[in-house]
Every structure is written in C-alpha cells, then in structure tokens.
C-alpha cells in the first residue's frame, strides 16, 4: 500500500474513534478527502476487522473490538487487559456495578474493557470511547499519578464541559486531583454523564501512569453513604493489577 493510502487509512480510522458511529459524508468533511476515497479507505479497514457498518440507514461507521485489543497491547509483553480483567471480574462481583478500564492516548483515555452490572439501570460506555481527563473518576485518577508538570500543562489547555456539573475551574480541579492522591481514588459525581457516579484509581506500571480503573453507576444507587466503601475497593482492586504489572506479589 502506498504511503499517502496508509496515511489516509489512519487519519480515516482516528477520525471515527473521535465521533463514532459517524456517516460518510461527515467523515469526508473532517479527513479533507473525496467521499470516493473515504470509502474506499472504510471497505478496506472493514475487511481487516477494524471497523464495521452499523445496521441502520444511512450507514454509519464504527470501531470493533480489534482496535481495543490492540490499544490493550500497546506497552508490549503481556496486555494490560489480560493482567486487569481476572481483578476486574472479582470487583464487579464484589460491587455488582459496571467497571471500566481505560487507558491513555493523547490528553484523553480511551474505555478498553468494560464488565457490565446485571442492574437494568446502569452506566454505560461503549469501548473505544475518548473520555475527558477532568471530567471522569478514570481521567481524575489518571491525573493524580502524573507529575505535576503534566497537570499544569493539561489545565493551561481549554476544558471542556461534557455535562452542567462538569468542573473546569484549574483551580478547583487541581484541589480535587491533590485530594486523589491523598485518599488513594477518585469521585465524580455526574461530571461525564448525568445521573452516574463513579469511583476511580490509577494503575502505575515500572514506568508510571499507564491506566485507571473504576467503579460507576446511577447516583441513585451509588450514594456518597458508599463512597468509601466503593473507593477503597477500587483503590485495593488497581493496586492490585499495578503490582503485576510490576512484577510484585
């Protein structure tokens, strides 16, 4: 394949991570690239299995699974979904909420796993999504185990609001991120999506930050009354997985 069709191919597939499920025509707009060209580019990466169709009209494209694995196996040997998922499954049990892992790409994570609760009423991200750093328990737990040159680089950046109850003073996040680290995890209460909270905790590998782990689902349900309960768990549950990947028991 030629350089300029391998550079096209990614720009296409970056450009669906961002907005999935989009159409044709909007992804064309955003790669500058003939509808022609972006669908051709579509066909190929739906061949190889990285993205697929969705089953409505008009057809929108979207990540698969194959992406996710492959964000998993980024820092090479063993992944870290495979060393996560056996300590997840023990914590959704142990909380009966949804669970996520996410990992960092940019100045944003991306959900690679998710375990559901069996609750109808739950919280839900469909895996590949970009999550914003200041505005979830993952991102907060994230940034409380980078540097502080990090953090001040991030705040020095326009933030966003996903929702009302998003907080973006600098100020106040950078009070909220000194508390993480010395409680040990995070709290987010509807800062990423109405009505959901979440408890989160970072995993530090032998070279620093590299995931964060937490507990979400309706406020209702996950009351402040379970905050310390559900962040300890979360908290013990990342340490855990930080240990194997450090290759400590």
């Known amino acids: 394949m030629a350089t300029e069709s391998v550079v096209s191919a990614f720009r296409v597939l970056e450009a669906v991570a961002e907005a999935q499920p989009v159409g044709l025509s909007e992804l064309a707009r955003t790669v500058g690239l003939p509808k022609s060209t972006v669908q051709r580019v579509l066909l190929t990466l739906q061949e190889v299995g990285w993205l697929r169709p969705t089953e409505t009209t008009p057809t929108r494209w979207q990540l698969t699974y194959r992406v996710v694995a492959v964000v998993g196996r980024a820092a090479g040997g063993e992944s870290l979904r495979d060393i996560a998922v056996p300590v997840m499954n023990e914590l959704q049990l142990a909380t009966t909420e949804t669970i996520h892992l996410a990992a960092p790409d940019g100045d944003s994570l991306v959900l690679v796993e998710r375990l559901d609760t069996s609750h109808r009423l739950r919280a839900f991200l469909p895996l590949g ?121």
């Open 129 to 249: 999504e970009r999550i914003v750093l200041h505005a979830s328990a993952t991102g907060l737990a994230y940034l409380s185990a980078r540097g502080q040159g990090y953090l001040d680089d991030y705040l020095a950046r326009p933030l966003s609001a996903p929702t009302p109850d998003t907080i973006t003073d600098p100020d106040r996040i950078r009070t909220v991120v000194n508390e993480v680290r010395e409680r040990g995890y995070s709290k987010n209460i509807g800062g990423l999506s109405l009505g959901i909270s979440s408890l989160g905790a970072p995993i530090v590998g032998p070279s620093g930050a590299v995931a964060a782990l937490s507990v979400s689902g309706p406020s209702s349900r996950i009351t402040e009354d379970r905050f310390d309960e559900l962040g300890t768990q979360v908290r013990d549950a990342a340490a855990r997985i930080s240990r194997a990947l450090r290759g400590e028991r």
